[in-house]
Each structure stands twice: as structure tokens, then as C-alpha cells.
T-cell receptor, first 110, second 111 residues
Framework: RKEVEQDPGPFNVPEGATVAFNCTYSNSASQSFFWYRQDCRKEPKLLMS???SGNEDGRFTAQLNRASQYISLLIRDSKLSDSATYLC???????????FGAGTRLAVHP | EAQVTQNPRYLITVTGKKLTVTCSQNMNHEYMSWYRQDPGLGLRQIYYSMNVEVTDKGDVPEGYKVSRKEKRNFPLILESPSPNQTSLYFC??????????FGSGTQLSVL
């Protein structure tokens, strides 16, 4: 089993739609969780950290479920510019041990 | 501007010809790391360094070398590249409590 698993997609959604991605992780001792965004063949960029109580940044909401060992990302009112691959990242022990999921591809169409 | 500079952006080489991918950061970060990204596998850590002269293997270190003689530089060395090292490579840096800063990537093709 992979340490961090994501549905690869693609998720094809129209503009304005709400879309949600889940990511499961295997290490119950993981302490830090992140969502990164990656545009085609470019460097990943931090979208948001995921806090235990859940957190929101504009149209993006991240949730953590420790009992079931998954994190989620909800995107409301999708824009064409949201088209990208979203990487789930879990801290595997120390800030130097980040484990990346393979990513979920989102395609937003007009 | 705070950045991680990685060169070259694209590299095509042949099996067995030694190559170096350079990485430099201007943020005085202690931690630097190399990743490779392959379809369906996500980013996998090759080597990392917690500070000058301190390096450690990541998950996929075979066939790679690194050095950290100065804080700002962390080159990735392929002594004898093979086709299975064809991949997209990223260098990254950070310090504790901060996000990872990535270089713009190096697409390597080994023929």
C-alpha cells in the first residue's frame, strides 16, 4: 500500500462547479498535512496547509480526519485557472520527511 | 527575490556520461532536497541535506550522488546515467516551520 494515496482523476468539471478530492495516508503518526498545486511539468507550489480543525482560504477548504486517516480539499465555484494537478503531502516524521501523493488532476471547462 | 535556481531546465544525454544538475538557494535555508517525479508515482525523495556537509539518502538514492560544501548549493550528480533515470527532477529548500520552495525543474532524458 502506498503511504499517501490519491485518486489520479482526471476530474472534468464545468466552471462554477464544486469539486472535492480525498487523500488517504497510512502513517497514523503523521503530524503535518498539505495540499500543493502543480501546473503541467512545473514546480509544485503550496496551496494550503491542513489543520486539525479544518481551514478555509477563499474558495478552498481543507479538512483532516485523523480517525479515518484522510484529508480532503474542496474547491467551490471552480475557475478555468484551477485546472492543475493537486498533490497531497503528508509529513512522515520531521519537516525533512514529506511524502507526496501522485496527485489528482483537475480539468475545469467552460 | 527568494528563489531556488536549478539548471539546466532540459538535458538530453547518453548512457554512462556523467552529468551534474545544479541547485542554488538564496534564502539561507538549512534544508535542501532532491526529488524525482515520474508518472503515477508522485515526487520521490532522492537525497536530502540538513546542513553543510550533512547529507542523507532519501527513498530512491541508487545511482545518484550529492554534496553540500556550501549552504546555498546542493548539486545532484549522476556518475553513470542510465535510461531508468529519465525523469523530471526538482530541487527544494526550506527551514523548519516554513514551506518548501522548489526549483523550476530539470527534465532529464537518458538515451
Amino acid at each position: 500500500r502506498k503511504e499517501v494515496e490519491q485518486d489520479p482523476g482526471p476530474f472534468n468539471v464545468p466552471e462554477g462547479a464544486t469539486v472535492a478530492f480525498n487523500c488517504t495516508y497510512s502513517n497514523s503518526a503523521s503530524q503535518s498535512f498539505f495540499w500543493y498545486r502543480q501546473d503541467c511539468r512545473k514546480e509544485p507550489k503550496l496551496l494550503m496547509s491542513v489543520y486539525s480543525s479544518g481551514n478555509e482560504d477563499g474558495r478552498f477548504t481543507a479538512q483532516l480526519n485523523r480517525a479515518s486517516q484522510y484529508i480532503s480539499l474542496l474547491i467551490r465555484d471552480s475557475k478555468l485557472s484551477d485546472s492543475a494537478t493537486y498533490l497531497c503531502v503528508v509529513n512522515g516524521g520531521g519537516y525533512n520527511k514529506l511524502i507526496f501523493g501522485a496527485g489528482t488532476r483537475l480539468a475545469v471547462h467552460p | 527575490e527568494a528563489q531556488v535556481t536549478q539548471n539546466p531546465r532540459y538535458l538530453i544525454t547518453v548512457t554512462g556520461k556523467k552529468l551534474t544538475v545544479t541547485c542554488s538557494q538564496n534564502m539561507n535555508h538549512e534544508y535542501m532536497s532532491w526529488y524525482r517525479q515520474d508518472p503515477g508515482l508522485g515526487l520521490r525523495q532522492i537525497y536530502y541535506s540538513m546542513n553543510v556537509e550533512v547529507t542523507d539518502k532519501g527513498d530512491v538514492p541508487e545511482g545518484y550522488k550529492v554534496s553540500r560544501k556550501e549552504k546555498r548549493n546542493f548539486p545532484l550528480i549522476l556518475e553513470s546515467p542510465s535510461p531508468n533515470q529519465t525523469s523530471l527532477y526538482f530541487c527544494a529548500s526550506t527551514r523548519e516551520g516554513e514551506k518548501l520552495f522548489f526549483g523550476s525543474g530539470t527534465q532529464l532524458s537518458v538515451l
